[in-house]
């Protein structure tokens, strides 16, 4: 390449490099995403959780029995707190708004911190900006942070441990080393996988405090400093326990329903499970939610950073800024494969990847009616995407000629998925839809404010929330009081009831249909049924 040449790639790379221009570009991909997937039939509501994820936010301040014992205890609650503050408005409501409002904006540093992680560990500005590429244009991080999903979030909390604990290693600031500690912090109160990058984190901090004081037997700074990253990076946990403890009179009450009180989510499913199809089902939903082409570049990258670990740590040179990155993301991998394998994540059963596969129609093959009852599921791989992106700007980094070749691989897996039927990539956003419940439609058109509504939000969130009534209109298993006495005597707050008959989990249909059927049909008349099993009745 020619000195002019040279010369001005130099100047392109350092105006990208720049942060103000970085965060510009990544806010409107934020923004354009968010208008796409809106626009575009409302996907941004798609996904159930993210639907749910909004009312729980609304039910703090509109409810019967407003207050934070309206979060729940299953779903970890910051995100759905951050949402508060935009959640009283029925349009940001009802848009989804209030929730992408969240993700955006933790897609937006997440991506820049990515890129800054990069730098950090490689000191190479073309190798930052390639990672920073490939977290910005997977489809599936730009559906979930178009959304009120927990994914961007966690994502967020994910890289900025990574940024804090690699600054931390490469210049022992202690406001690094709690800075890191604060986000694993935010990583457990937004995904209980965060559990699992405390872990690696401990053990990162560990293994360097060791290298650092063992020579010199000064274990009481060991001590003392994982004991001080602990308290703060635990703390989460001890305050989702603590409102268990006072909500549900149980500090571990989450663990109780998340697994169902024997120790697995899907006990079916987890007997069948052993370590090797984990790994392998695992692995799969990565590289579908990664890409074909990025994921094994990045298994290159990551084989890499693992042999210039070893040399240097041979040669006694300084290996520190590598050790966050190798030992999180090891630990985090086998640990979701650990807890895919016992049931915590749910299944996602699919043919094994082939060739044929690839160069099908899109889709096909996973739109069957085998797996489209669990496709959401397969998100779940997407939670490796900061790990194997930096493994790819580890594996540019090491000559300039590497990069642009990856680069252009990069580029092309890009392409595939709006240009092509190749299938490099599992876009999410294809196999969802935001559908309109036909009974919420009738509801909507024919309830004039009388009366209260008894319905179970477990099965029936998308009928409340297509009903676009405040949640102070509903009696459900929130209200405490109110939805006890309901179950067994309807007609003494409730002028309405709904029920689901072909679903599980309405747990109205299920306490009428024990004991109380005749009492529902005495005091009530149906005033609407339809084949999709509703059943809306009102009071004589």
Not at 338 to 348: A, F, H, S
Not at 431 to 447: D, G, K, M
Not at 461 to 467: A, G, H, W, Y
Request: hydrophobic share 50%; aromatic share 18%; glycine share 6%.
């Amino acid at each position: 390449m020619f000195p002019r040449q040279k010369n001005s790639m130099k100047r392109i790379a350092k105006l990208f490099y720049s942060d103000k221009i970085l965060i510009f570009l990544t806010i409107c991909i934020s923004l354009i995403s968010f208008c796409y997937f809106y626009f575009h039939g409302q996907q941004n509501l798609s996904y159930g959780d993210a639907i749910s994820r909004l009312n729980i936010a609304r039910k703090i301040i509109d409810s019967i029995t407003p207050g934070f014992g309206q979060l729940g205890a299953i779903w970890l609650p910051f995100p759905t707190v951050l949402m508060i503050p935009f959640i009283w408005s029925d349009f940001l409501w009802h848009s989804g708004i209030a929730g992408a409002i969240i993700s955006g904006t933790a897609f937006i540093f997440g991506a820049v911190y990515l890129k800054k992680t990069m730098y950090l560990i490689t000191k190479d500005t073309a190798a930052s900006l390639l990672v920073w590429l490939i977290f910005v244009t997977n489809i599936n991080v730009l559906f979930f942070q178009s959304m009120a999903m927990s994914e961007s979030f966690f994502l967020f909390s994910v890289i900025m441990t990574l940024y804090f604990l690699s600054k931390w290693m490469l210049d022992q600031e202690i406001t690094n080393y709690l800075l890191a500690a604060f986000f694993v912090m935010l990583g457990t109160l937004t995904r209980y996988e965060g559990y699992f990058v405390l872990v690696g984190s401990l053990v990162t901090i560990s293994i360097c405090l060791i290298m650092q004081n063992v020579r010199n037997k000064n274990f009481p700074k060991i001590e003392g400093m994982i004991l001080l990253f602990l308290s703060v990076a635990s703390y989460g946990i001890f305050l989702w326990c603590l409102y268990c403890l006072i909500f549900f009179k149980n500090p571990f009450h989450w663990l109780s329903l998340y697994s169902g009180g024997d120790g697995t989510l899907i006990p079916s499913a987890s007997q069948q499970r052993n370590l090797l199809n984990s790994f392998s089902s695992y692995t799969q939903i990565t590289i579908w939610m990664c890409g074909i082409v990025v994921f094994f570049l990045g298994l290159i990258g990551y084989l890499m950073l693992i042999i210039t670990f070893i040399k240097d740590l041979l040669k006694k040179h300084d290996i520190s800024r590598y050790l966050p990155l190798i030992t999180i993301s090891t630990l985090l991998f086998f640990l979701l494969i650990y807890g895919y394998q016992k049931g915590y994540i749910p299944p996602v059963d699919f043919e094994s990847i082939t060739l044929q596969h690839i160069l099908s129609k899109k889709f096909d093959f996973f739109l069957s009616n085998s797996i489209q009852s669990n496709i959401p599921n397969i998100r779940y791989g997407i939670e490796m995407l900061p790990f194997i992106a930096l493994f790819v700007g580890f594996f540019a980094s090491r000559a300039r000629i590497l990069f642009f070749m990856i680069l252009l691989l990069v580029v092309f897996q890009i392409y595939t998925n709006y240009q092509t039927s190749l299938l490099l990539q599992f876009s999410i956003p294809y196999a969802a839809r935001y559908n309109i419940l036909p009974a919420a439609v009738w509801f909507q058109s024919h309830y004039t404010g009388d009366g209260l509504i008894l319905i179970s939000d477990n099965a029936n969130e998308d009928f409340m929330f297509e009903t676009g009534l405040s949640y102070n209109h509903f009696i459900y298993e929130g209200t405490r009081e109110y939805w006890r006495t309901s179950l067994t005597n309807p007609s003494k707050y409730a002028d309405w009831v709904v029920i689901q008959t072909k679903l599980s989990g309405d747990f109205v249909y299920d306490s009428m249909k024990l004991t109380n059927f005749a009492m529902l049909k005495k005091q009530f008349r149906l005033v609407y049924s339809d084949n999709k099993g509703y059943e809306i009745y009102r009071r004589i």
